[in-house]
């Protein structure tokens, strides 16, 4: 049984890869056109909940991702898969549009090899590039009207092998090893209307830069435990990710497309012409978070988490920093109350979990930096009465930008669904 299930997990991870399903978008989001998109947090949906904390703790009921060396916790052999779904409405105080998208978040799975380490696998995204912008503008010495379009696809993914270690009875230590993989496809269109005979149509010149990303990546963690009584410990915890340079390959090329009033769209005039072909370097720094957390282990969690990045040491394809850039951080608060693991009443192992994060984002725009505010919260449900399988469900409402300055505020509700399948559904049945 454990042999088919790990076929077909190795299948959908393939077929993941394969169809590039995490470089698909949540939504338009102006900002992502900056650098190399949108950040995406690495934690997962039970993370998400406590406002993305969890680099100082973590427990068996479920994978933590956002410190290698906590992996450990996680003693039973495990499968999380995490849903993203998120409703925005983005406004410049004059003009609003409201958008939806969703995509799978995570998939990952650990593997305890010995009581004090335990392995993981991770497919995830890094960044997330989905927007689109349309300007128009009247032509000179002429009643007739050019309308431009800016729009971008894609984003960078990640996988990861993680490994966390407990040394002794109160130190933890991990490594994480990821790939970059993926591209970013970023369009630029022109178009003018015209009228020959009486009917109308529509020239589309049309400029496309793709580039597809390659590299690896470190990211060092520990962590350590402090027993203050018999019910309450003190956590400490910090993870370093090195900076790293991506390699590039960078192809540009040009469209003529004509459009027909009434038509099924724009056809293509001519065969598109390559511009041009070149490799380079994206240059992604370094960054640091540090945490601290009050537990009664599988009852109570109090946590905080900094983290940093300075993304004014961002270097682009031809070498250069990007001004819109520059450093960010993050600041992070979470509970997490489960009444009794070990009940064998279902409402009393229920997970319940309540965060607040507040972030200066790398953006910077008019000499202004971007900030981000939002609240979290969510459950976690036992599958069964007494199952070490959970579902997890998480809510974030947050706000980001404003509309002071002629800049842009994105207000949003983002979904998180999370699914823990443990060892026990699939253990064989034995008979003495």
Do not use: C
């Given at each position: 049984m454990k042999k088919n299930l790990f076929s077909v997990l190795v299948a959908s991870l393939i077929t993941v890869i394969s169809t590039q399903i995490f470089a698909q978008g949540t939504g338009n989001s102006p900002y992502s056109a900056i650098g190399v998109g949108e950040l995406v947090p690495n934690a997962f949906a039970p993370n998400l909940a406590m406002g993305g904390t969890g680099v100082s703790y973590g427990n068996i009921v479920y994978i933590n991702n956002v410190n290698p060396a906590l992996l450990v916790k996680k003693q039973y052999t495990a499968f999380d898969v995490g849903?993203?779904?998120?409703?925005?409405?983005?406004?410049?105080?004059?003009?609003?549009?409201?958008?939806?998208?969703?995509?799978?978040?995570?998939?990952s799975l650990a593997l305890p090899a010995h009581k004090n380490w335990?392995?993981?696998?991770t497919f995830q995204p890094y960044t997330s590039v989905d927007y689109e912008s349309r300007f128009v503008r009247t032509i000179a010495n002429s009643e007739k009207q050019a309308e431009t379009r800016y729009s971008g696809r894609g984003g960078i993914s990640k996988a990861a092998f993680s490994n966390g270690v407990r040394i002794g009875k109160n130190l933890y230590v991990g490594l994480e090893t990821a790939f970059y993989f993926g591209s970013i496809s970023k369009d630029t269109t022109s178009i003018t209307e015209y009228t020959v005979s009486g009917v109308t149509e529509s020239n589309h010149l049309k400029f496309t830069?793709?580039?597809?990303?390659?590299?690896?990546?470190?990211?060092l963690g520990a962590a350590y435990q402090q027993p203050l009584n018999k019910k309450w410990q003190l956590n400490i915890g910090g993870t370093y990710e090195l900076g790293n340079n991506l390699r590039a390959d960078r192809l540009n090329n040009y469209q003529f497309l004509i459009e027909s009033a009434g038509g099924n769209g724009p056809t293509i005039a001519r065969t598109p012409d390559t511009l041009a072909q070149a490799t380079g370097t994206y240059s992604i720094p370094g960054k640091y978070t540090l945490g601290v957390s009050f537990e009664s282990p599988l009852k109570w969690v109090f946590a905080v988490d900094y983290s940093r990045q300075d993304w004014g040491k961002f270097k682009n394809f031809d070498g250069r920093a990007n001004p819109n850039l520059t450093a960010s951080s993050q600041l992070s608060f979470g509970f997490e109350h489960i009444p009794n693991i070990q009940s064998t009443k279902y409402t009393s192992q229920i997970g319940y979990r309540f965060g607040f994060q507040?972030?200066?984002?790398?953006?910077?725009?008019?000499?202004?930096?971007?900030?981000?505010?939002?609240?979290?919260?969510?459950?976690?449900l036992p599958v069964g009465k007494v199952s070490p399988s959970f579902v997890t469900l998480t809510t974030i409402l947050g706000r980001r930008g404003t509309t002071e300055n002629n800049l842009i505020q994105e207000n949003y509700t983002k979904l998180v669904l999370g699914f823990s399948l443990n060892s026990l559904w699939f253990q064989k049945v034995r008979i003495d």
């Amino acid at each position: 049984m454990k042999k088919n299930l790990f076929s077909v997990l190795v299948a959908s991870l393939i077929t993941v890869i394969s169809t590039q399903i995490f470089a698909q978008g949540t939504g338009n989001s102006p900002y992502s056109a900056i650098g190399v998109g949108e950040l995406v947090p690495n934690a997962f949906a039970p993370n998400l909940a406590m406002g993305g904390t969890g680099v100082s703790y973590g427990n068996i009921v479920y994978i933590n991702n956002v410190n290698p060396a906590l992996l450990v916790k996680k003693q039973y052999t495990a499968f999380d898969v995490g849903l993203n779904g998120q409703y925005k409405n983005i406004s410049n105080g004059t003009l609003s549009q409201s958008d939806f998208g969703m995509n799978l978040n995570y998939l990952s799975l650990a593997l305890p090899a010995h009581k004090n380490w335990t392995m993981g696998l991770t497919f995830q995204p890094y960044t997330s590039v989905d927007y689109e912008s349309r300007f128009v503008r009247t032509i000179a010495n002429s009643e007739k009207q050019a309308e431009t379009r800016y729009s971008g696809r894609g984003g960078i993914s990640k996988a990861a092998f993680s490994n966390g270690v407990r040394i002794g009875k109160n130190l933890y230590v991990g490594l994480e090893t990821a790939f970059y993989f993926g591209s970013i496809s970023k369009d630029t269109t022109s178009i003018t209307e015209y009228t020959v005979s009486g009917v109308t149509e529509s020239n589309h010149l049309k400029f496309t830069e793709r580039t597809s990303f390659g590299g690896t990546g470190l990211k060092l963690g520990a962590a350590y435990q402090q027993p203050l009584n018999k019910k309450w410990q003190l956590n400490i915890g910090g993870t370093y990710e090195l900076g790293n340079n991506l390699r590039a390959d960078r192809l540009n090329n040009y469209q003529f497309l004509i459009e027909s009033a009434g038509g099924n769209g724009p056809t293509i005039a001519r065969t598109p012409d390559t511009l041009a072909q070149a490799t380079g370097t994206y240059s992604i720094p370094g960054k640091y978070t540090l945490g601290v957390s009050f537990e009664s282990p599988l009852k109570w969690v109090f946590a905080v988490d900094y983290s940093r990045q300075d993304w004014g040491k961002f270097k682009n394809f031809d070498g250069r920093a990007n001004p819109n850039l520059t450093a960010s951080s993050q600041l992070s608060f979470g509970f997490e109350h489960i009444p009794n693991i070990q009940s064998t009443k279902y409402t009393s192992q229920i997970g319940y979990r309540f965060g607040f994060q507040t972030s200066n984002t790398p953006y910077l725009i008019n000499n202004q930096q971007i900030k981000d505010r939002s609240f979290s919260f969510g459950l976690t449900l036992p599958v069964g009465k007494v199952s070490p399988s959970f579902v997890t469900l998480t809510t974030i409402l947050g706000r980001r930008g404003t509309t002071e300055n002629n800049l842009i505020q994105e207000n949003y509700t983002k979904l998180v669904l999370g699914f823990s399948l443990n060892s026990l559904w699939f253990q064989k049945v034995r008979i003495d």
